[in-house]
């Protein structure tokens, strides 16, 4: 009987981890609809600030600005974007391979490039690899405010400004629905791809557009890695969730393979103890 | 009197949105007064309060830590990192904050800590302005 008895404590414990699973993907699937909202709440700013600063970079030409002048590059700076926790799927692998491999394309040794890493899966990898790591931002909520980041925003731009790196990149998952997201490589500064204003309107500045410029750029930055960060957020909690449905449903055959074992054995004993009784009296005769 | 759109937006969200007769903010070269019509223009701001005069009379206040106003003739947008409505001003938040500030900036004179408590200071001064009516 001990066969039986391990079955039955294997289905009780697999019914336990399917609970959990199941409780973490309903956690994750109504973070991720606030993540969606917050995307959405900021989409308004994104646009309006795109607008004015194509604008103004298009009217001020040859501003000289430091954030849109690119230098020749000795230095790169990746910013990559992951989560604090694991159980999220390939969320963190994939990114940092992707990472990993451009790094390995690009440069030839670790003097050439620094890492910015926002969550503590991304920091610990890169630090474990020795690579440099000039500044991290670990246990960020799961509804980031501009707040939360803007200490790294600030770094990155500043670092930018004072010439530590001549271009930064940044790395984050794109989401793309709630079952898929892509790995996105975005080239943040120096600001060379501005697009044009859509609306063409010429401004008077107050008081000058190099003035605005100083204000508008290093904000317009900021933004750029804050809306970053809420996209990655959304595709963190997307694929968090589409991994605990995975675990679940796995639970879910598992636990029916077992119940199927478990029948089996149970007939089999029962059947055993039959034909027992059943030789026993054929004995007594 | 004529009105124009006023949106006022921080990157968690839109915070106002309505027509005004008149709309008086801080730039970092002194007060404006926009009215509806206006040539465009782009401003920075400066930390302070927005007055946002309406057609009936009355007043809106709102607080805004920077970022910059776009002036179009028909349409007004301040694009800040953080704005809050009078009303929705968390009073206390803000005075702990003063606090904290200004305990730091007791401290030490460091450069740049120096200067980020005294702007932390000063939003928070702003906010508690702005909630007691007091610009």
Excluded at chain 1, 60 to 68: A, E
Excluded at chain 1, 101 to 108: L, M, N, P, S, V
Excluded at chain 1, 248 to 274: C, G, H
Aim: charged share 25%; glycine share 6%; net charge neutral.
């Amino acid at each position: 009987m001990v066969n039986l008895r391990e079955i039955k404590g294997r289905i009780n414990s697999t019914k336990s981890t399917k609970q959990i699973t199941k409780a973490m993907q309903m956690v994750s699937s109504s973070k991720l609809r606030r993540a969606e909202q917050n995307a959405k709440a900021y989409v308004p700013y994104m646009e309006k600030i795109q607008d004015v600063v194509g604008a103004i970079a298009s009217g001020t030409k040859d501003s000289g600005h430091p954030m849109l002048t690119a230098r020749p590059v000795k230095k790169t700076a990746y910013l990559v974007i992951g989560s604090d926790r694991g159980l999220a799927g390939a969320y963190n692998s994939s990114i940092l391979r992707q990472v990993q491999r451009t790094i390995d394309e690009r440069h030839k040794s670790k003097d050439e490039y620094v890492i910015l890493a926002v969550g503590r899966v991304v920091r610990d990898y890169f630090v474990k690899r020795d690579h440099n790591v000039v500044s991290d931002v670990v246990g960020l909520p799961d509804q980031p405010t501009f707040a939360d980041i803007k200490e790294i925003a600030r770094n990155a731009v500043g670092m930018f400004i004072d010439g530590t790196y001549d271009e930064l990149y940044m790395y984050y998952n794109h989401f793309v629905s709630a079952i898929a997201n892509e790995v996105t490589e975005k080239k943040l500064l120096p600001l060379t791809d501005l697009a044009p204003a859509s609306s063409n309107a010429s401004y008077e500045f107050e008081p000058s557009g190099e003035a605005i410029l100083e204000v508008l750029l290093p904000q317009y930055a900021e933004s750029l890695v804050y809306g970053a960060l809420l996209d990655g957020k959304a595709s963190e909690h997307a694929s968090r969730m589409t991994a605990m449905k995975n675990a679940t449903d796995n639970a879910s055959d598992l636990i029916s393979d077992l119940s199927l074992q478990y029948n089996r054995a149970r007939q089999a004993a029962i059947t055993q103890e039959i034909t027992e009784i059943v030789g026993g009296a054929a004995a007594l005769e | 009197m004529k009105t124009v759109l006023v949106n006022i937006v921080t990157p968690d969200g839109p915070v106002y949105d309505s027509e005004v007769s008149m709309v008086i903010a801080k730039t970092t070269s002194g007060e404006i007064g926009v009215l509806a019509g206006h040539i465009p223009m782009v401003a920075p701001l400066a930390i302070g309060a927005v007055k946002l005069k309406k057609e009936d009379g009355s007043t809106d206040i709102v607080a805004v830590s920077g970022g910059f106003i776009e002036v179009r003739p028909e349409k007004i947008s301040i694009l800040a990192p953080s704005a809050e409505i009078a009303e929705n001003i968390d009073v206390q938040r803000a005075k702990e904050a003063v606090k904290r500030a200004e305990g730091r900036l007791q401290g030490k004179q460091d450069n740049i800590d120096f200067k980020r408590a005294d702007l932390a200071l000063k939003r928070a001064l702003n906010r508690i302005n702005v909630h007691e009516g007091n610009i």
